[in-house]
């Protein structure tokens, strides 16, 4: 039927894509930014999708960086998120040290709001985020981390930031909190404003080099285990977390539209097949059959994108 062939490309569609997401609230405030919609779609050309073994598709990020960046207003509201957690799946390339998250001023001279890794050196480095007041001529750090270093080997990284504290979870378990050394109350976003993936522009040299799966920056500084499973983790789960998958250029409002219980099962197995009835033969019970089936629904079960949960979406059956 004509309603089967655009269910079986949304299919297609959304097999092994890295992250896509922008979410919104009831009252259309971006409340969710994923990776795809930071770097842009299509993404530039220097950075390459690869599947990566361990973690499925990811971006790869060279010596070239991720092009000029986005105009960040475009994304994110005019006043940043005061409160926010910033979700990374990254794999480093190396031990030096390379931006993973920035938004700098137009003149890209100084990283607004960012997350940065140090290099590394004795086993350690730094997850450092950056917060520079309006007027400053120089990068600041607002906070900063310390860990292992992280150079050849996937790790899920998170930074909340609630208030004046913030809180680093490596692999989905809190390991160290601080108080900022400055408040990111009311920052401003300029108009002109940049936003980049695995750089900072003009503003900051060090960009990273390595591999991304996942990248989410939220306006909710909660961080739990439940955002940090994979989708073969999640398979036996049915329910939706109160999000959706929206595809770039239409972002998808979040309550009442997707959130909380399912609108149905899984899509059900399809029935075991018959020999079909002979020509212009039929009885009143099949016409009836026939008559159901064509004004029925079902919903089709989009499996979940790694980091993304699923949405029920009902299609009229063919």
Do not use: M, N
Request: charge should be negative.
């Amino acid at each position: 039927g004509a309603t089967g062939a655009p269910r079986a490309g949304l299919r297609r569609s959304l097999a092994g894509e890295v992250l896509t997401a922008v979410f919104l609230s009831a009252d259309g405030e971006v409340v969710e930014v994923g990776l795809q919609q930071l770097l842009g779609e299509p993404p530039p050309w220097q950075v390459a999708v690869v599947h990566d073994p361990a973690v499925g598709p990811a971006y790869e990020f060279g010596e070239d960086g991720s092009g000029g960046g986005q105009a960040a207003r475009s994304l994110l509201p005019s006043t940043f998120f005061q409160d926010f957690s910033l979700l990374v799946r990254v794999r480093p390339a190396s031990a030096r040290a390379g931006v993973l998250f920035a938004v700098t001023d137009p003149a890209q001279a100084v990283v607004s709001v960012g997350v940065k890794l140090t290099a590394a050196r004795g086993g350690r480095q730094h997850l450092q985020l950056l917060y520079t007041e309006p007027g400053a001529t120089d990068t600041r750090s607002a906070a900063s981390f310390q860990l292992p270093a992280l150079d050849g080997r996937w790790t899920r990284l998170a930074l909340s930031v609630d208030g004046a504290y913030a809180r680093l979870f490596v692999d989905c378990k809190e390991v160290q909190g601080q108080p900022l050394a400055h408040s990111l109350h009311d920052l401003q976003l300029e108009p002109d404003a940049r936003l980049f993936v695995a750089q900072a522009g003009g503003a900051d040299p060090e960009k990273f080099q390595g591999l991304i799966s996942e990248l989410r920056l939220r306006r909710d500084p909660r961080v739990s285990p439940r955002q940090c499973q994979d989708e073969d983790e999640d398979d036996d789960d049915d329910g939706v977390s109160g999000h959706c998958l929206a595809r770039a250029g239409a972002p998808l409002l979040l309550p009442p539209l997707c959130s909380g219980t399912p609108l149905g099962p899984r899509l059900p197995e399809a029935p075991p097949v018959t020999s079909p009835p002979l020509a212009g033969v039929g009885t009143e019970e099949d016409l009836r059959t026939e008559e159901v089936e064509e004004s029925t629904t079902v919903p089709l079960f989009i499996p979940r994108v790694r980091g993304v949960c699923a949405c029920y979406i009902c299609h009229r059956a063919t």
